[in-house]
């Protein structure tokens, strides 16, 4: 168990977040369960989580400046630090160049995922790392996709957010892992989660990484995190 430590999960009301949220409180941190919008399951969420002291934090992180306004509440409400930042909240919007006739909608879907994906976590890295470096000991985990390094078809947008947090958490851990700050970058492939319903309803599930017996498959990934991430070295950069 690790005592008194703090963690803010972003996109932490369903899927991939909740579970992270799950396995780092059951290893003793007390949580910041980041949500857009969707109180209820954010509170579900919470209600979950075993110990106490964890809380819920709403920002729209497509929002140039949630990211910093996010850092400062979890900071305050955790006493002034945190102590692992998982940047989970993301989008996936198609921006296929061939059969899309508006440019502005077109940019406009590359700059949401850019910003969400990408920008809304080195922002909360800006804010959090100094103090993880100052303490000699923080995690940054990122959650990419694979997208990130084979690229896809009519997501580029998706892909090209994703390879920014790849490299973006590459370069981080060199620069902050001989201060005790682990950087850690996981890429999952296709996951049963909202996000990924509508195109596993096109694709079909054996694209998908699904539920085996009682644990879903989000819950392997989370477990990943907490039991190895938590403890590794700071060079580890990608998984």
Not at 13 to 19: D, E, F, L, P, V
């Amino acid at each position: 168990m690790i005592d008194q430590k703090t963690a803010l999960v972003t996109g932490a009301s369903r899927g991939i977040g909740r579970a992270i949220a799950l396995h780092l409180a059951a290893a003793g941190l007390r949580v910041a369960l980041h949500y857009n919008a969707n109180l209820p399951a954010a509170e579900e969420t919470r209600r979950q989580l075993p110990g106490a002291g964890h809380l819920l934090l709403s920002a729209d992180l497509a929002d140039p400046d949630a990211a910093e306004q996010l850092a400062a509440d979890a900071q305050a409400a955790h006493g002034g630090r945190v102590d692992v930042l998982v940047h989970n909240a993301g989008l996936y919007e198609a921006t296929p160049l061939l059969d899309d006739n508006d440019f502005a909608a077109w940019r406009a879907a590359m700059h949401r995922q850019m910003q969400v994906n990408f920008w809304a976590g080195a922002d909360l890295a800006y804010h959090l790392a100094p103090p993880m470096a100052s303490a000699g000991w923080g995690r940054i985990i990122q959650i990419s996709s694979r997208a990130g390094l084979r690229g896809e078809a009519r997501h580029a947008g998706y892909a090209a957010s994703k390879a920014a947090q790849i490299s973006f958490i590459r370069s981080l851990a060199a620069e902050l892992g001989p201060s005790g700050v682990g950087c850690f970058g996981v890429a999952p492939g296709w996951t049963e989660t909202d996000m990924a319903a509508d195109a596993l309803a096109t694709r079909g599930e054996q694209v998908a990484i699904i539920w085996e017996g009682d644990d879903p498959a989000a819950s392997k990934h989370s477990s990943f995190i907490a039991e190895n991430m938590l403890w590794q070295s700071p060079q580890l950069q990608l998984s």
